[in-house]
């Protein structure tokens, strides 16, 4: 089937999917009378704003898999260790200089060597450059500021960026030429790990992530004889979302580094006898999905206002769903198929409060029905071999 073809049957899907909704609210207003505009407005402000945070972790999934066709399956505990960074960098900052050279030493030296090896920079003027800007700028931010929301997401994207390109090498490059079942197994290892670690670290119960921003005041605005309540938050994050898969598909379409992902992803073998760097490449994928997680992470943080070490298992489930749903290893699939859960999630719980309880439920049954009528999703390229 060309990508024209399959383009087309995902749109007609997606716009079927899209009127069914549509005829659910009508029907609920029309049945029962108390589903207004407002109330419908509400529901699409909250539906956006989650299944913009679903869209951005699914992105990490299906670009890991589409390079070495592997379920990060600690994708999700990246995401919970944004969350805590961020925390912590609005927690303790201003540091003493002491603490804050040291810490500066460490993650600065770490993020240097990591950046130097995934974007080549060995020109020395580059690099002083760089370390200079990174040293003085993280310095700066930990002795003499209190970090606010934005300082501390930038800072917890870079940082949490590193962290997948380490568990990358220390966790999946060793088994990259072994059977794939092992590099599973292996995933999954390394989510209880990161689970584990974190309730040794951050401890187990919930803490509250309270960031002083305008974001969080309440606003409202009338439609008609009803009040839409709702906070600077809710369309941030699909603003953010928006920016940050902007940036994503320019560097993959029209940057060298991104034209060696796309070739990676089609054939690793060619690609590295065309002189790829197929190793940097991966840790390069890594990166990045690790940097959007964080974003999701912090988002999410701020949305529902709490963090805990097992954060990031039931949404990093969803966002495995959504990126199965819209076709994994498709960067639009991921985007659809995060919206597409947001939305069915909240009004189905919406239209039918009584499922309120069983709201996780939806997401696999959605992707039950996926799997069963259309098994590489709603815009993934079907790959079953014709004879």
Do not use: C
């Not at 960026?161 to 490059?173: C, S």
């Not at 991104?258 to 890594?286: H, S």
């Amino acid at each position: 089937m060309t990508a024209s073809k399959t383009t087309s049957r995902a749109t007609l899907i997606t716009i079927i999917i899209t009127l069914l909704l549509v005829a659910l609210l009508g029907w609920r207003f029309y049945s029962l009378g108390n589903y207004t505009l407002a109330r419908a407005t509400q529901d699409f402000l909250n539906a956006l704003t989650l299944g913009s945070l679903y869209a951005l972790i699914a992105l990490g999934y299906t670009m890991v898999y589409g390079i070495i066709r592997l379920i990060n399956f600690a994708h999700g505990d990246i995401f919970m260790l944004g969350s805590y960074l961020a925390f912590y960098a609005m927690a303790l900052t201003p540091m003493h200089w002491a603490a804050a050279l040291l810490v500066t030493i460490l993650l600065g030296g770490t993020v240097l060597l990591v950046i130097r090896a995934l974007f080549n920079l060995e020109e020395p003027k580059k690099t002083i450059t760089l370390a200079l800007l990174l040293f003085a700028g993280t310095f700066f931010l930990l002795a003499f500021r209190h970090m606010g929301w934005i300082e501390a997401l930038l800072l917890s994207m870079l940082a949490t960026g590193v962290a997948g390109v380490l568990l990358e090498a220390v966790a999946y490059r060793p088994l990259r030429g072994a059977p794939r079942e092992s590099m599973l197994i292996t995933a999954i290892a390394a989510s209880f790990f990161l689970e584990n670690l974190g309730q040794l670290l951050f401890g187990p119960r919930v803490r509250g992530f309270n960031a002083e921003t305008i974001l969080n005041k309440p606003l409202s605005f009338s439609i008609g004889h009803d009040t839409v309540y709702f906070t600077g938050i809710l369309v941030m994050v699909p603003l953010i979302t928006a920016l940050l898969l902007f940036v994503l598909n320019t560097f993959v379409s029209r940057t060298k580094l991104g034209k060696a992902m796309r070739a990676t992803a089609q054939d690793a073998e060619v690609a590295q006898m065309m002189g790829v760097n197929v190793n940097q490449v991966i840790a390069l994928t890594f990166f990045i999905g690790s940097i959007l997680a964080a974003a999701a992470g912090v988002m999410y943080s701020i949305r529902f206002g709490q963090i805990h070490p097992l954060m990031g298992l039931m949404p990093g489930i969803k966002a495995f769903t959504a990126a199965v749903i819209g076709g994994i290893g498709s960067l639009p699939g991921a985007v659809l198929g995060g919206l597409l859960l947001g939305m069915i999630e909240i009004y189905a719980v919406s239209l039918f409060p009584t499922l309120s309880a069983y709201r996780d439920v939806f997401a696999f049954v959605l992707l039950i029905l996926i799997m069963l009528f259309r098994p590489s999703g709603l815009v993934g390229e079907d790959l079953t071999e014709k004879v």
